[in-house]
């Protein structure tokens, strides 16, 4: 199972960025897909954004399309989400995950999948 770990949250003013990191143990197989989700309180969890191995493409979620990048540095075997123009509805606790399923709609869990501990991210003024 792939070890994950988020980096990079805290409390930022609306219109600010952040960028967020995840830093996973290495992939033993040639095919991978990882993927950002959120949970904000009282809410189900969203996925955000995903990279597979199959096409290298980033997909997005239409609630932050524009606005966030997710990228990945292969050397390092870590993978950013950049988030700018935030907004308060963007705060929530972050998770970083392998192995999801990556659709064009950004990612869902594949029942298969591996999750870092969560890191928190506030958009308050």
């Known amino acids: 199972q792939v070890q994950l770990a988020e980096s990079g949250g805290g409390l930022v003013q609306p219109g600010g960025s952040l960028r967020l990191s995840c830093a996973h143990s290495k992939f033993t197989r040639n095919y991978y897909a990882i993927g950002w989700f959120r949970q904000a309180p009282g809410k189900e969890r969203e996925g955000v954004s995903c990279i597979s191995s199959a096409d290298n493409r980033a997909y997005y979620a239409d609630s932050v399309k524009g606005r966030f990048t997710m990228s990945r540095d292969n050397a390092e075997n870590t993978f950013y989400l950049q988030m700018n123009i935030l907004k308060p509805e963007d705060t929530a606790v972050y998770y970083c995950?392998?192995?999801?399923?990556?659709?064009?709609?950004?990612?869902?869990?594949?029942?298969?999948?591996?999750w870092g501990q969560g890191t928190q991210v506030t958009v308050s003024s």
């Open positions: 995950a392998a192995d999801v399923v990556c659709a064009v709609t950004g990612p869902r869990p594949s029942g298969f999948d591996s």
